[in-house]
């Protein structure tokens, strides 16, 4: 303490016991007009706080003669609050006076007022505000390092931290949810995670909180790593195209690996076609040769600290066109004309279309060029089957079908033989009308001659 800081305490002592011998009455300011605020108030250590003294009067003979701090520790012992290094007084003697600490400690815990030295009618004296407590708690800091830490699943992971100040310890996970028995604080120096496993893995914060302020918290991050349980590392999806192979390796980490199963199989629980190649103790290799649909395959993997599964996806690109669709088929002088709109090509060019029409003697097939959707076939049957196939590099799509009912295989041009099926018939619809007339003439005269003979026959009785 230096020798200015000396000469102003013990100045500040000589007024105030000048002060209190010149007391000889008590006119206290009432109530409600002397307070310091705030009430309560927490601070951190090293950090800074403040009183502040408000004082009014209805007395306007009153005069103020001084304004003092005072302190009362827990044990109710009372210190002056001299100016000084640490401690700040307004400088003027208004109705509002300040008291500021800086650089707080744990000696400055206790409860703060101010005291005002009035003169009123040549009498002094002396009025006390209500008491402000001050609470100083420590910078709640909290470290772990390092970030990344590895612990073994199925047994419990110690995390050595170094933590001050707070009131109490809290954990998150990557979730954000708190990890309420999850874990417990050893000391302030460390706290232990139970029983590890797989869903524990991931980036957590530590947080070291303050009841009286919450302001005062402090928290780290660190990452987890689970080792022992089974790990897959799995491609989630490939894309092939359609009728390739395929290969899937499923490559998995994880002590024990002496006991490591590893297998195969379909989500869809049908039989797993393909040829399982073990490349190593931690890698399985699966060659499906020829893909034709979407698979959904799983990855199993286990030891004696746990199992593990994943699922992958065999994609299959469709690159063979769709069937494209006729839209007419007639038969024209003696020939066959079909008409088709071109289909999908599922991103791969048409190659070709293949026309093929099947009679009840002869098959044509006809091979046209892609970019073509008209063709003409010689010759017409009843009943002609018509199918019109697209392809590409991927392959043949699926053929889309037509027939001819009845195909008139006469020549329109030939004049009466284009209609000779129609001359026969009438013919023999004449003929069949000629003979249901002849023979109900027949059966009419036969009816008469049967009459007349029997009217003979009854005259011949009679005579």
């Avoid at 800086?102 to 101010?114: A, F, Q, W």
């Avoid at 490349?279 to 990855?299: G, P």
């Avoid at 599922?346 to 063709?375: A, C, D, E, G, M």
């Amino acid at each position: 303490m230096d020798s200015t800081t000396v000469k102003t305490m013990n100045l500040f002592h000589l007024v105030i016991f000048s002060l209190h011998l010149l007391l000889v009455c008590n006119q206290p300011i009432p109530s409600g007009l002397l307070y310091t605020q705030p009430a309560t108030q927490t601070a951190v250590r090293g950090g800074n706080a403040s009183f502040t003294c408000y004082i009014s009067s209805n007395n306007n003979s009153r005069i103020m003669l001084a304004i003092a701090w005072e302190r009362v520790n827990d044990n109710d012992q009372v210190y002056y609050v001299f100016p000084g290094p640490r401690h700040f007084f307004s400088s003027a003697l208004t109705n509002t006076h300040t008291l500021t600490i800086t650089n707080l400690s744990l000696d400055d815990v206790g409860e703060y007022y101010c005291v005002v030295y009035t003169l009123i009618s040549n009498q002094t004296t002396e009025d006390y505000s209500n008491h402000s407590s001050l609470q100083v708690i420590e910078q709640a800091t909290i470290s772990i390092t390092p970030y990344n830490i590895e612990g073994v699943a199925g047994k419990n992971l110690l995390i050595n931290t170094v933590i001050s100040g707070g009131s109490y310890f809290a954990l998150q996970n990557w979730n954000g949810d708190l990890c309420f028995n999850k874990y417990s604080v050893l000391n302030r120096t460390a706290f232990v995670i139970y029983s590890l496993s797989r869903q524990d893995e991931g980036e957590y914060k530590a947080c070291v909180i303050t009841n009286l302020a919450p302001e005062n918290t402090a928290c780290t991050k660190f990452y987890i790593t689970v080792t022992g349980f089974p790990f897959i590392f799995l491609e989630p999806l490939k894309t092939v195209r359609y009728g390739s192979s395929c290969t899937m390796v499923c490559n998995v980490t994880g002590q024990p690996t002496d006991d490591l199963q590893v297998t195969w199989n379909r989500l869809d629980k049908r039989p797993l076609t393909g040829e399982v190649t073990q490349l190593s103790q931690t890698e399985l290799q699966l060659f499906i040769e020829t893909v034709t649909d979407t698979i959904h395959l799983q990855c199993i993997a286990s030891n004696s600290v746990g199992i593990n599964s994943m699922v992958t996806t065999v994609n299959v690109e469709r690159c063979i066109p769709d069937a494209p669709s006729i839209t007419s088929v007639s038969c024209n002088n003696n020939a066959i004309h079909i008409t088709w709109s071109a289909p999908h090509i599922n991103n791969t060019p048409l190659t070709s279309f293949i026309i093929q029409v099947v009679q009840r003697v002869n098959k044509v097939v006809q091979r046209v060029s892609s970019n073509t959707t008209s063709w003409e076939v010689n010759g017409c049957e009843d009943s002609s089957t018509v199918t019109v196939t697209a392809e590409n590099n991927c392959g043949t799509s699926v053929p889309a079908m037509s027939s001819i009912i009845y195909v008139n295989t006469v020549d329109k041009s030939d004049g009466f033989l284009a209609n000779v099926g129609q001359w026969v018939i009438l013919g023999m619809v004449v003929c069949f009308v000629l003979v249901t007339v002849a023979f109900a003439f027949t059966i009419c005269i036969s009816s008469r001659k049967m009459n007349q003979l029997k009217e003979q026959i009854s005259l011949q009785g009679q005579t």
